[in-house]
Nanobody
Framework: HVQLVESGGGSVQAGGSLRLSCEIS????????MGWFRQAPGKEREAVAA????????YVADSVKGRFTISKDNAKNTLYLEMNSLKPEDTAMYYC????????????????????WGQGTQVTVS
């Protein structure tokens, strides 16, 4: 049984910070990509950031570049998203996802290519 469990969401004032965590209960192979996505009501799910273990490469969406940082703890099988300078438009349900990718076929920002998903953690910025 595979589980991805997000935590760390909540309500914060504009300009504040939050740190999201995603605990993944599966063995992370060298070619796994672990990513963060978000979805606001009435909008499509969008990629926020991801880390591809196969090449130790980090990807960040332009909309959050310079404000959000993705990191991981391999020993704990935990993925983090540090969110700073939060804006009201960052309000969304944030999801953690993981998938096995070949390097040549990596699509880090394509939600449809990920196999495992968490239930989400709500982030509200006022």
């Amino acid at each position: 049984h595979v589980q991805l469990v997000e935590s760390g969401g909540g309500s914060v004032q504009a300009g504040g910070s939050l740190r999201l965590s995603c605990e993944i209960s599966l063995y992370i192979y060298s070619s796994y990509c672990m990513g963060w996505f978000r979805q606001a009501p009435g909008k499509e799910r969008e990629a926020v950031a991801a880390h591809y273990t196969g090449t130790a490469t980090t990807y960040v969406a332009d909309s959050v570049k310079g404000r959000f940082t993705i990191s991981k703890d391999n020993a704990k099988n935990t993925l983090y998203l540090e969110m700073n300078s939060l804006k009201p438009e960052d309000t969304a349900m944030y999801y953690c996802a993981a998938g096995l990718f070949l390097q040549w076929a990596l699509q880090w920002d394509n939600a449809g290519k990920y196999t495992y998903w968490g239930q989400g953690t709500q982030v509200t910025v006022s």
